[in-house]
């Protein structure tokens, strides 16, 4: 099974392509550009470059946050129009469930951590079984990073906290406890390959996202949708 998967979730631009096990290309930029004028460009190269064509791919996975809100639109409906176009099937993943990825076969606690500014921290907690299999302890939540810290250190075993905010907050992290570790810098940032594999079990299961329902995730409204709110209030009073 060939897919395509793609993460605009973060700073990073990613896209991979995978064949069953085997990663065939990834390409992925950590730099401030905007996803929507190159993202295009990644899936065209990334497709030439492997000698394959959007009719080859037998499905799509796309990373549905949480992260940035601008981004993660741009990724969904990408996604959502390759999907449509080529009547292909696509799951979406959340963005933490991709970067615990990155740590698989890992031992102790994994919690992989995105900026959520103000000092919080959108977080998700799992576990590797001994097969490798990523168990979750902890689905999708937003925290400040303190209330983490303490709520993490009650686990007697290592923690390891990964995703490109760690860092920002790496003297706290580790002045927390001594069993907290910060994963290398190649592993914590978000990787399209990681995003592909999880969601491949998922596409050979027939486990497939709908087309009109399916939407990134969003634990707090975005700016613009505050400065409204406010904007209306203000209006009727």
């Known amino acids: 099974m060939k897919i395509l998967s793609i993460d605009t979730s973060t700073q990073c631009a990613s896209c991979a392509l995978i064949d069953d ?123 400040s990073l303190d209330n983490l810290l303490e709520k993490l250190k009650s686990h007697e075993e290592s923690v390891t906290f990964i995703g490109d905010c760690t860092d920002k907050f790496k003297d706290r992290i580790l002045n927390a406890s001594s069993n907290f570790v910060i994963a290398s810098y190649n592993n914590n940032i978000v990787r399209a390959s990681s995003l592909a594999f999880i969601g491949r079990e998922l596409l050979e299961r027939g486990e497939y996202d709908n087309l009109y329902d399916s939407a990134p995730i969003y634990l707090v409204k975005s700016q613009a949708e505050r400065e409204y709110e406010e904007k209306m209030r203000a209006s009727r009073t």
């Open 21 to 143: 096990t085997r990663l065939l290309g990834e390409i992925t930029f950590n730099y401030k550009k905007q996803h929507s004028v190159i993202m295009m460009n990644i899936i065209h190269n990334l497709l030439s470059n492997c000698g394959s064509t959007l009719q080859d791919i037998d499905g799509f996975v796309v990373s549905k946050g949480p992260g940035s809100f601008t981004g993660l639109r741009i990724g969904m409906s990408t996604v959502k129009g390759l999907s449509h176009g080529s009547n292909k099937p696509f799951v979406s993943i959340s963005t933490l469930d991709s970067l615990a990825f990155n740590l698989s076969h890992s031992t102790g606690i994994v919690c992989s951590i995105i900026d959520a500014l103000r000092d919080n921290v959108y977080y998700g907690i799992y576990r590797f079984d001994s097969e490798g299999k990523m168990v979750k302890l902890e689905d999708v939540s937003r925290s």
